[in-house]
């Protein structure tokens, strides 16, 4: 028998996530802010509940999409939290991208309440999301990781243990350092393009096939030829995860030269007040610094 699942977190990747569970037969049951989001799943078969208390009572796996640290921290404590309502013996499995420390925290926590916790962050974006391609980077333990498996296939290709609580995050910080950076050069080599006056659809063409082509380039190269910054991923949950790939990063020592300078650089598109466009506009970064 299918677990039973609640969702917290029906935004850009909750929805198209929940909505892959419900396609492959699971219970879903889940709250989210925005009430068009809750009817959306209950239009595709879901139910929708009135509160997350309400959300997580019956279920065996609770499934949080949220956007940082203190969003998770808002939904799993509290009187109408997920660790005061869940019972006991489910497994909460929290795919928001936050840091490290606040997914050991949690894992604590929650196993005074006799719940599991896994911190499952996501790579592959909205595309991932609906395709039910996304990487999977998972951080906790063996024994939980199995029980999970099922339904983490039924959301992504790449779904893979990488240690215990907080890895996963750890991992996905690196993730959004090479996505930061790889953006960043794809933009910068946009507009030397067009200055230098070559065509750039050809451009882009031909050097998605040799070494310089990447996921990033492949799939930001219409959102950078048409100057479209409908999200996707936003500005300012890039900032975010700048913030956090930082902090963990000066925390084990290792050095990050450019990826400081490209946090610099996502953080003056948010202080510009881009913060709401997808990440490939660090385009108009590099087209204000190069006097367009
Ligand atoms: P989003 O803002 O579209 O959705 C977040 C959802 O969380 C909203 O629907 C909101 O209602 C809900 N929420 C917030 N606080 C809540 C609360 N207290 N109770 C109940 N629901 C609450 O964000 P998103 O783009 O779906 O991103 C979610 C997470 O996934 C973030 O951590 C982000 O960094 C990560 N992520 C996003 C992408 C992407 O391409 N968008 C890709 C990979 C990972």
């Given at each position: ?99 490290p420390?606040?997914s050991v ?34 951080g ?25 609580h907080g890895s996963?995050q ?123």
């Open positions: 028998k299918l677990p039973k699942i609640a969702w917290i977190g029906l935004g850009i990747m909750g929805s198209p996530m929940a909505e892959n569970l419900l396609k492959a037969g699971y219970q879903v049951t889940g709250f989210t802010l925005e009430k068009d989001k809750l009817d959306r799943l209950g239009r595709n078969g879901g139910t929708a509940a009135s509160s997350i208390a309400d959300a997580v009572r019956e279920a065996d796996v609770i499934i949080t999409m949220v956007p940082a640290s203190p969003q998770v921290e808002a939904v799993a404590y509290g009187p109408d939290g997920i660790l005061e309502n869940a019972r006991s013996g489910a497994l909460l499995i929290d795919m928001s991208s936050i840091t420390q606040t925290d949690l894992a604590k926590a929650a196993a005074d309440k006799g719940v599991a916790v896994l911190d499952a962050p996501v790579s592959g974006g909205e595309a991932g999301a609906v395709e039910a391609v996304l990487s999977i980077m998972v906790g333990e063996e024994a939980d990781f199995e029980r999970a498996r099922p339904v983490l296939d039924t959301l992504g290709k790449t779904v893979v243990l990488c240690g215990p996963g750890t991992v996905k910080a690196a993730n959004q350092l090479i996505v930061a950076v790889n953006i960043e050069a794809c933009a910068e080599a946009v507009v030397f393009l067009e200055k230098s006056g070559v065509d750039l659809p050809a451009a882009l063409d031909v050097l998605g096939g040799g070494l310089a082509g990447s996921t990033v380039l492949a799939r930001k190269k219409d959102n950078f030829a048409h100057r479209d910054f409908t999200p996707g991923f936003r500005i300012d949950l890039h900032h975010k995860d700048m913030g956090i790939v930082s902090d963990a990063a000066r925390n084990v020592g290792a050095a990050l030269p450019v990826g400081a300078v490209v946090a610099n650089l996502v953080g003056s598109l948010r202080a510009q007040g881009d913060g709401g466009l997808d990440h490939s506009a660090l385009l108009r970064g590099v087209e204000r610094l190069s006097g367009q």
